[in-house]
T-cell receptor, first 114, second 114 residues
Framework: EAGVTQSPTHLIKTRGQQATLRCSPI?????VYWYQQALGLGLQFLLW???????NRGNFPPRFSGRQFPNYSSELNVNALELEDSALYLC?????????????FGPGTRLTVL | AQSVTQPDIHITVSEGASLELRCNYS??????LFWYVQSPGQGLQLLLK??????LVQGIKGFEAEFKRSQSSFNLRKPSVHWSDAAEYFC????????????FGKGTHLIIQP
């Protein structure tokens, strides 16, 4: 069974540009989560999508947004990139069947903002 | 709000020796607890989880963890470490159902001495 996949592996952008990161969940999983792992800040919850809807977001500005498609894959968009957005962005998926639930992570996308 | 503390930033252990990584959590309701491992530049791999029942849980790669509600702890153990265990280990607590995503500790970097 294929795990969570993310693309691209690496992404280099300049300040002010937009970045788009993609995630495909494990087959049968309907929930997708996005996390940011920045140096010195640890792993922080960004967004949660389930059944095509944004269900919750962490303490991040609105320029971090995304969507979930009918096939449950997801996209994270970061607008007006800032230097401090440089981080590893991890996507996770889960069955989305409620409490409790286990999240399985992808390999991540390394975003570098110059 | 929930929180997770991993008191040890770095731990050095000789190959073949036993290991214990500490994790303390703060959460108002029933915690759902996880340990993940991250190799350099990689995503997170689930080692084990605790939802309910037996407080000693077994995971992959010979790891186990014990949930102690009275101490708000969920320490990870392994009787004999291998050089391949060198990695970053993260403890996480979840509310279940994805409401706030997972809250992670800062991680413990495990170094294995030959």
């Amino acid at each position: 069974e294929a795990g969570v996949t993310q693309s691209p592996t690496h992404l280099i952008k300049t300040r002010g540009q937009q970045a788009t990161l993609r995630c495909s969940p494990i087959s049968g999983h309907t929930s997708v989560y996005w996390y940011q792992q920045a140096l010195g800040l640890g792993l922080q919850f960004l967004l949660w999508y389930d059944e095509g809807e944004e269900r919750n977001r962490g303490n991040f500005p609105p320029r971090f947004s995304g969507r979930q498609f009918p096939n449950y894959s997801s996209e994270l968009n970061v607008n007006a990139l800032e230097l401090e957005d440089s981080a590893l962005y991890l996507c996770a998926s889960s069955l989305g069947t409620g409490v409790p639930d286990t999240q399985y992570f992808g390999p991540g996308t390394r975003l570098t903002v110059l | 709000a929930q929180s997770v503390t991993q008191p040890d930033i770095h731990i050095t252990v000789s190959e073949g020796a036993s290991l214990e990584l500490r994790c303390n959590y703060s959460y108002g309701a029933t915690p759902y607890l996880f340990w993940y491992v991250q190799s350099p530049g990689q995503g997170l791999q689930l080692l084990l989880k605790y939802f309910s029942g037996d407080t000693l849980v077994q995971g992959i790669k010979g790891f186990e963890a014990e949930f102690k509600r009275s101490q708000s702890s969920f320490n990870l153990r392994k009787p004999s470490v291998h050089w391949s265990d060198a990695a970053e280990y993260f403890c996480a607590v979840g509310a279940g159902g994805g409401a706030d995503g997972l809250t992670f500790g800062k991680g413990t970097h495990l170094i294995i001495q030959p």
